[in-house]
């Protein structure tokens, strides 16, 4: 992911201006860090599959980061979780001001639709993925996966709800990381259809174990706030520590039966992931 790194940091928002600090609070959250998880998914598709497309899908793997960053900075502001630290710095609004993450949010939101056509890919190609991050980013993914989770806040969910809940919210982004590399290098609708139902159960399992890490580790160990979910309907509240753990397990064996069934190049393509989610559950 060094290639991945090395464009992120050349291709940072430039929007000179006399505003003081726009500039800076757009790049601010990109640089500070984090698993680059879901441009990790496309461009290992795409470099498994069509390595000469590698230098085109960049600006969708950017595209990708700087949504899932804007998710981020919204999440963090005081009318939702109101946290403190992000990625082991502090969050917009406390580095700032509210109104500026707020800002922040909505500009690299747009920017990453902007990256999206402005890439060197076919126009029928960046159409596609502009649908596809729009769909599952948009009201009918994502932002109902947090509308969900703030409106009921100290309303306890059963677990299916819960299960829609972070469908939406996070796994829905990890799944269609995987389409949208999929869609760049062309591979046939069913094997789209099978990656992305593997991303919803990846970003429920990526869920659990956000829940299993705010429940059992420090600040300093996560890099974020924490102990914060004690409200909010997480998995561990409504089924304990030991069960989510024990479904954390389930859920993994069962992606690497999936996983098992993938062709040799997807499985290469996929294999970091599996080491890193799914290896600490055997």
Not at 21 to 38: I, N, P, Q, S, W
Not at 43 to 66: F, G, K, Q
Not at 87 to 105: N, P
Not at 228 to 249: M, R, W, Y
């Amino acid at each position: 992911m060094q290639r991945f790194e090395t464009y992120l940091n050349e291709n940072l928002p430039k929007v000179p201006s006399f505003h003081p600090v726009y500039e800076d609070a757009l790049g601010v959250m990109l640089t500070a860090g984090g698993k680059r998880f879901r441009p990790m998914l496309l461009l290992n598709i795409v470099d498994t599959h069509e390595p000469m497309l590698y230098n085109s899908a960049l600006p969708v793997a950017l595209a990708l980061e700087m949504f899932h960053t804007y998710s981020l900075i919204h999440d963090d502001l005081p009318a939702m979780d109101n946290a403190d630290l992000r990625r082991g710095h502090e969050t917009l609004h406390k580095r700032y001001d509210e109104v500026t993450a707020i800002l922040a949010g909505d500009a690299l939101n747009s920017d990453a639709f902007y990256l999206i056509a402005k890439a060197p890919l076919r126009e029928d190609i960046k159409i596609k993925l502009v649908e596809l991050l729009a769909r599952d980013g948009g009201s009918r993914g994502m932002v109902l996966g947090q509308a969900i989770d703030c409106y009921f806040e100290n309303k306890p969910l059963d677990l299916e709800q819960i299960k829609i809940l972070h469908t939406n919210k996070t796994a829905k982004l990890i799944a269609v990381s995987l389409q949208m590399g999929a869609v760049i290098v062309g591979l046939e609708k069913k094997v789209q259809d099978e990656l992305y139902a593997f991303g919803i159960d990846l970003g429920l399992l990526f869920q659990i174990q956000d829940d299993i890490i705010d429940e059992t580790q420090s600040e300093e160990e996560a890099g974020k706030t924490t102990g914060n979910d004690t409200d909010k309907n997480s998995f561990v509240n409504l089924l304990g520590l030991d069960e989510t753990v024990i479904q954390a397990d389930t859920l993994a064996k069962d992606l690497q039966r999936r996983f098992e069934d993938f062709d040799e190049k997807l499985q290469i393509a996929l294999q970091p992931l599996m080491n890193t989610y799914l290896n600490r559950h055997n």
